[in-house]
């Protein structure tokens, strides 16, 4: 197992009551592991019940990067939202405490 924290560094934004999280690997050979390891579906399980749709993944392999939209986790969005947080800035360090599974027997990737 291995924390994303190890691997990446997130930044986040909003869209109404979107998340919009920018994961940064720091090197191939991590965004080689966020590749295989960090799907729309394990971000999805990570974050619960306060996603309200599908989350998407992009791949920007030139950056390289992903980036997810998380929807419904921002209670509406800045204007709508009760809670402290309407940008989800706090968010991207919550996806960073996601431990992955990276291991297929290799060492893991050197950061």
Do not use: N, W
């Not at 090197?27 to 989350?55: D, M």
């Not at 939209?69 to 009760?82: K, Y």
């Amino acid at each position: 197992m291995v924390r994303l924290d190890d691997l990446a560094d997130v930044r986040a934004g909003d869209k109404g009551g979107t998340l919009i999280l920018a994961v940064l690997p720091r090197g191939r050979a991590a965004f080689a592991v966020l590749e295989r390891c960090l799907t729309a579906e394990v971000v999805r399980a990570h974050f619960g019940p306060a996603v309200a749709g599908e989350v998407r993944r992009h791949v920007l392999p030139r950056l390289p990067g992903f980036v997810f939209r998380v929807p419904g986790v921002l209670g509406g969005g800045v204007t709508a939202s009760p809670v402290l947080d309407g940008h989800g800035k706090t968010l991207s360090y919550f996806l960073l405490t996601l431990e992955l599974a990276a291991g297929d027997g290799s060492p893991q990737p050197d950061v």
